[in-house]
């Protein structure tokens, strides 16, 4: 079935770019999202992408999206204390039923 | 502004209780869901709902059941309580197929 991998960790420093790697397996993949969840909340979306784009730049966060690759990242410039959390990416397409979640990446940012 | 609220937030129940969380969402949205989230699994979704009387089983179904008999509600209920069942719940909903999904603040639960 589909599924979504992302790897579960990484570290940065303040002011550095952070950069959260997904990959997918669902090639008729619509909308491919990233969600972020801070601790004791509920996931917020921070940005999505269709599949028919290859960018999305929106304030300090870069999507990029390879689909021949099934690779989608996210980029964050200058990365904020505040911007600790976990980042889940995910999949979706009009003619399914549901959106297939990563298991979250653990953004750890040190000042 | 509209808004999706869970509740209650924290909740410990003992093992064969019955248990109903409570999901409420004012976008007017069709399409509902329930997760639950533990380390090492990510999200798994339990339920879902594609508008009122509709209801569809999700890859983690066995021990819940939800009902929608409007368009604002999805009650979550766990029928007898078990210690598996100890996880963050959360619920959401989306304005269409395969959009983005709106996720409420979640319930900690831990059944004892």
Known sequence: ?111 | DAEITQSPRHKITETGRQVTLACHQTWNHNNMFWYRQDLGHGLRLIHYSYGVHDTNKGEVSDGYSVSRSNTEDLPLTLESAASSQTSVYFCASSPGTGREQYFGPGTRLTVT
């Not at chain 1, 397996?25 to 996931?43: F, I, M, V």
């Not at chain 1, 300090?60 to 911007?83: C, E, M, P, W, Y």
Request: glycine share 8%.
């Open chain 1, 1 to 111: 079935g589909e599924d979504v991998e992302q790897s579960l960790f990484l570290s940065v420093r303040e002011g550095d770019s952070s950069v959260i790697n997904c990959t997918y397996t669902d090639s008729s993949s619509t909308y491919l999202y990233w969600y972020k969840q801070e601790p004791g909340a509920g996931l917020q979306l921070l940005t999505y992408i269709f599949s028919n784009m290859d960018m999305k730049q929106d304030q300090r966060l870069t999507v990029l999206l390879n689909k021949k690759d099934k690779h989608l990242s996210l980029r964050i410039a200058d990365t904020q204390t505040g911007d600790s959390a976990i980042y889940f990416c995910a999949e979706s397409n009009t003619g399914g039923f549901k959106t297939i979640f990563g298991a979250g990446t653990r953004l750890f940012v040190k000042a």
